[in-house]
């Protein structure tokens, strides 16, 4: 059963140009959330999507949008770039169908997407 | 809203020591609570969790954690540790169990052999 993917694993672009990560869920799961990691900090939730609709969303500016697709993956899209977007982004997949009582069970996350921007 | 502190940023400890990694938060509402553990250059995965019931939490690799509500406190535990357990250790809230989760800033944990 794979777990979650992401990619590009490595990504380097320069200021002003935009950029697009992909994330395809836990087989079984249908919520996708994404997070950015800066260098030496804890992850920050960007948003989360769920039936292709972004359902919760994080302080992040409108320069971050994305996409949920009929089979569940999804896309991150980041545009007019900022030195200060560079990070480890995060995708994390759950399915509303497994918590039981709590709801979704637990995040699960993927390997991430290294952003350097120059 | 919520918030997560953790309290030491850096946690160096001998092998087969004891080690405890501090974790407080804050929040209006209840909370679940998490534990999650980063390896160098990858993603995160769960070593706990605490949703409701007895407050001593068991998970993988030996560690254990206690929800103390009049505390506001889950720290984590593990009575002996080993080289493989360095690693970045993150403790997270949420309102509920697949949503939002607010992390701490994160504990290096480096066993020294």
């Known amino acids: 059963d794979a777990g979650v993917t992401q990619s590009p694993t490595h990504l380097i672009k320069t200021r002003g140009q935009q950029v697009t990560l992909r994330c395809s869920p836990k087989s079984g799961h249908d919520t996708v959330s994404w997070y950015q990691q800066a260098l030496g900090q804890g992850p920050q939730f960007i948003f989360q999507y769920y039936e292709e609709e972004e359902r919760q969303r994080g302080n992040f500016p409108d320069r971050f949008s994305g996409h949920q697709f009929p089979n569940y993956s999804s896309e991150l899209n980041v545009n007019a770039l900022l030195l200060g977007d560079s990070a480890l982004y995060l995708c994390a997949s759950s399915s509303i169908l497994a918590g039981g009582p709590s709801g979704r069970n637990e995040q699960f996350f993927g390997p991430g997407t290294r952003l350097t921007v120059l | 809203a919520q918030s997560v502190t953790q309290l030491d940023s850096q946690v160096p400890v001998f092998e087969e020591a004891p080690v405890e990694l501090r974790c407080n938060y804050s929040?209006?509402?209840?909370?679940?609570l998490f534990w999650y553990v980063q390896y160098p250059n990858q993603g995160l995965q769960l070593l706990l969790k605490y949703l409701s019931g007895s407050t001593l939490v068991k998970g993988i690799n030996g560690f254990e954690a206690e929800f103390n509500k009049s505390q506001t406190s889950f720290h984590l535990r593990k009575p002996s540790v080993h080289i493989s357990d360095t690693a970045e250790y993150f403790c997270a809230v949420s309102k509920n169990q697949g949503g939002k989760l607010i992390f701490g800033q994160g504990t290096e944990l480096s066993v020294k052999p």
């Open positions: 929040s209006s509402v209840s909370v679940y």
